[in-house]
Structures are given as structure tokens and as C-alpha cells.
């Protein structure tokens, strides 16, 4: 039995995988999964857990290269949203697309991670750095 670390045995297992280029979503409750693109879905309640834990936690053991957002989480959830950019790594480069292109993006994910979050656009596409 695992005593730190990601518990999850399903996300565990996924973080292990994940390789150079790699798409990994962190996503509200809310986001649809594409068919063929892995679902973890932590979301247990409303608000629990929460888009921040999730990928404050996420981001202890990924190394992460870029970080693709909507758009509409600049003016929808804007403060939420500055949050999730004081997580991200220093200096990684941060895109800007329309929610809709977002969507269509997932389908290339890895996995998506669905929390428990209500708040609209909290939604992020991490791509997978190399660790050497």
C-alpha cells in the first residue's frame, strides 16, 4: 500500500505512463470525454475535489512543457484561473484557444481528469515534458 503520492490506483497508474508530448486534461465536472480518451473521475460531489487540488497535485509529479487553456477562462473564472497559473512550472509557455477548439483538442489526450469542480472553463490541457 502506497503511504504518499497519488493514491488514485487508475491516475496512479496513468501518471506512470504518461510519456514526452503526452496530453493529460485536468477538467470541471462538466467537460465531455471524447470516445477512446481515458476518464478519471474524482468528482464525488459538487466541489470535491476541487480543479486547484487536483492539479496542484498533478503537477508535484508531471513534468509538464506547456499548458494549453480556453479562452473563456480568462473572463469567466479569471481568478480561479490565476490561480492555476501560479501552479504551472515557471517560464512554461501558457496558449490561449476557444473553448471549442479546447474540446476538440482533448480527443487527443492521454486521459482526462474530471474533478468536482461547478465553476465554468476551469479546464486544462497539460502536455508532458521529458525529465532528463
Not at 501560479?86 to 517560464?91: I, Q, T, V
Amino acid at each position: 500500500m502506497l503511504k504518499t503520492g497519488i493514491l488514485h490506483p487508475q491516475l496512479s497508474r496513468i501518471m506512470a505512463e504518461i510519456r514526452h508530448m503526452d496530453m493529460l486534461v485536468i477538467a470541471d465536472a462538466g467537460l465531455p470525454v471524447p470516445k477512446g480518451v481515458e476518464r478519471v473521475d474524482l468528482g464525488w460531489k459538487q466541489g470535491s475535489p476541487t480543479y486547484l487540488e487536483v492539479l496542484e497535485e498533478i503537477e508535484k509529479y508531471m513534468v509538464t512543457e506547456k499548458a494549453v487553456f480556453a479562452e473563456e477562462a480568462l473572463v469567466v473564472s479569471g481568478e480561479l484561473h490565476k490561480k492555476a497559473l501560479a501552479l504551472l512550472p515557471e517560464g512554461i509557455p501558457v496558449e490561449y484557444i476557444p473553448h471549442s477548439e479546447l474540446k476538440k483538442m482533448t480527443e487527443g489526450a492521454k486521459a482526462i481528469i474530471l474533478t468536482g469542480e461547478f465553476t465554468g472553463y476551469t479546464n486544462v490541457i497539460l502536455i508532458s515534458g521529458c525529465a532528463y
